[in-house]
């Protein structure tokens, strides 16, 4: 369990340094950040993928995919000024409760 929840956190770290390059790349304007954006999310599901040989695939994918949020939010509001309103911050919260829902599941 604890190999699968570290390849967890390096795909969603990945994934978060990706969205920033993307970003970074204003839409691909800019190539020399959104082709590494681009290898950077293809490590990350490759990592998703071996994550799925030991965890059920959905609990697998939202974890993978809350934390990459969480981190992106976080990091976007740091480097680029971007900020979420309430509703964004409550959005958020949901996607942690549906990763304990779903550990729960058993």
Known sequence: MMYSFSLIIIAATLDIIANLLMEKSKGFKHKRFGVPALVLVCIAFTLLAKVTQFMDLAVAYITWGAFAILGTVLSARVMFKQRLNLIGWVGIAMI???????NVHE
Do not use: E, G
């Open 96 to 102: 942690f409760a549906s990763i304990v829902l779903l």
